[in-house]
Nanobody, 118 residues
């Protein structure tokens, strides 16, 4: 069955950096577009970044130029490098496959907490 395990979150000061990792299993990783999502306190889950099977990338406007998504198909892992973090980036970050209907996904990992605070 599809499983993802996110890691790498933590507490960081504004302007700092973190690198999130997501280990996926239960499907042919190299054949799936993948994405990072996040849910801030009191808000709906939102799409942060997408990486296609061909490694094309797209980003939410709020993170463009600061975050970089990448993948390693040999390790079934997708990464999110986050630079210049701001308090508004505080959220639980999730990875999952990507689909235009992602908001209807029912299966999610536990996520990893990112807190940006001085």
């Amino acid at each position: 069955q599809v499983q993802v395990v996110e890691s790498g979150g933590g507490l960081v000061q504004p302007g700092g950096s973190l690198r999130l990792s997501c280990l996926a299993s239960g499907f042919t990783f190299s054949l799936k577009d993948m994405a990072w999502y996040r849910r801030a306190p009191g808000k709906e889950r939102e799409l942060v970044a997408v990486i296609t099977t061909g490694s094309s990338t797209t980003y939410a406007n709020s993170v463009k130029g600061r975050f970089t998504i990448s993948r390693d198909n040999t390790k079934n892992t997708v990464y999110l490098q986050m630079n210049s973090l701001q308090p508004e980036d505080t959220a639980v970050y999730y990875c999952n496959q990507y689909s235009p209907s992602w908001s209807r996904f029912t299966r999610w990992g536990q996520g990893t907490q990112v807190t940006v605070s001085s």
